[in-house]
């Protein structure tokens, strides 16, 4: 199974897709202003904490993703026959996930 597989697809509900459609919103505004200090070539530490900030809102989009995907998509698969398979995928996004 191919982990960049673009012809899966994930049925988010309507609440689910607008919660982290707004997290991703959030991220991307933090971005524009940490563009906007190097801009105004604020203090380095300043800087640095908001990409620690950055990282972390990231990485809470990630864990969520993987839960869902667990909770849903893996059990799915379980249940439809195809688990190891899954479960090989799952493991995989596991370990790049992990490395970041």
């Known amino acids: 199974m191919n982990h960049l597989d673009h012809s899966k697809k994930t049925h988010r509900n ?3 897709k607008k919660q982290l459609m707004n997290r991703l919103k959030r991220i991307e ?4 202003g940490i563009q906007k200090m190097v801009e105004e070539d604020r203090y380095c530490v300043d800087i640095l904490v908001q990409i620690t900030a950055i990282n972390s809102a990231l990485k809470k989009v990630g864990m969520n993703l993987l839960e869902r995907h667990t909770n849903h998509c893996v059990i799915d698969a379980i249940q439809s026959g195809q688990g190891e398979e899954s ?3 799952l493991m995989k996004v596991f370990e790049q996930f992990s490395r970041t």
């Open 14 to 16: 309507d609440e689910e």
């Open 29 to 32: 505004g933090q971005v524009r």
């Open 87 to 89: 479960i090989a995928e």
